[in-house]
């Protein structure tokens, strides 16, 4: 049996770290220990941030993004092009939209994709009050931007066979080869889809 090196505070700390995705155990324990070290610069305020976060975090009930406020900031914003949308699966997926500044659009988040074996289907995922928001508020152009995965695809279907009839174009976003990618490191996947998705020049 191993012999426990801290108190059971710092071992509650490495546990609970340890179940954020993309720290193991051996990080969690070097994320812990550095924080300790920064008690009063680093521990102190984390452990403040988190409590205004667990207080005041909410879900958007618009379109299911994470704010402190519902409607989010997003929805809120009249400076955005109130016509389209853009179709996500995760909030992570949302926010990496809005760091490239891509489209001064609004956003409606999934929350995950179509998968029979994992047992989710439409009512475990937020269809309904998608193909809602697209009759209600008038969307002119609905994007759909989920993974290039198999479900993502059964997802983006899903959705094509929803909003059959509704005055809305539906698009998604190009796959294929990425900007700086070369095709010799590229997977046989990527390149069909791009010679698939070809352009003119």
């Known amino acids: 049996m191993a012999k426990r090196v801290t108190g059971p505070e710092i071992e509650k700390l490495i546990q609970l770290l340890a179940r954020v ?3 193991g155990p051996r990080s969690a324990r070097r994320a812990a220990l550095h924080m300790i070290k920064k008690k009063d610069q680093l521990l102190g ?12 975090v909410r879900e958007c009930q618009t379109c299911g993004n994470i704010d ?10 009249p400076r955005r092009e109130q016509a389209t949308l853009i179709v ?28 029979p074996l994992d047992g989710i289907g439409p009512d475990d ?24 995965t198999v479900e993502g695809q059964t997802t983006a279907h899903y959705i094509t066979d929803q909003l059959a009839g509704m005055d809305v174009k539906i ?18 996947g990527t390149l069909t889809a791009a010679m698939r998705s070809r352009t003119s020049l």
């Open 45 to 56: 305020p984390l452990a403040g941030a988190m409590s205004e976060a667990f207080d005041n």
């Open 21 to 23: 995705p993309g720290l």
């Open 171 to 188: 698009t998604r976003l190009a796959h294929g080869v990425p900007v700086g990618g070369e095709l010799d490191y590229l997977d046989e």
């Open 68 to 77: 402190t406020s519902s409607p989010c900031a997003i929805c809120s914003d």
């Open 125 to 148: 995922l937020s269809i309904a009050a998608l193909v809602d928001r697209v009759e209600k508020e008038n969307i002119a152009e609905l994007v759909i931007a989920v993974n290039a």
């Open 88 to 115: 996500v699966e995760d909030v992570a997926d949302l926010w990496a939209l809005e760091r490239a500044e891509v489209m001064n659009v609004r956003y409606h988040v999934l929350g995950g994709t179509l998968s």
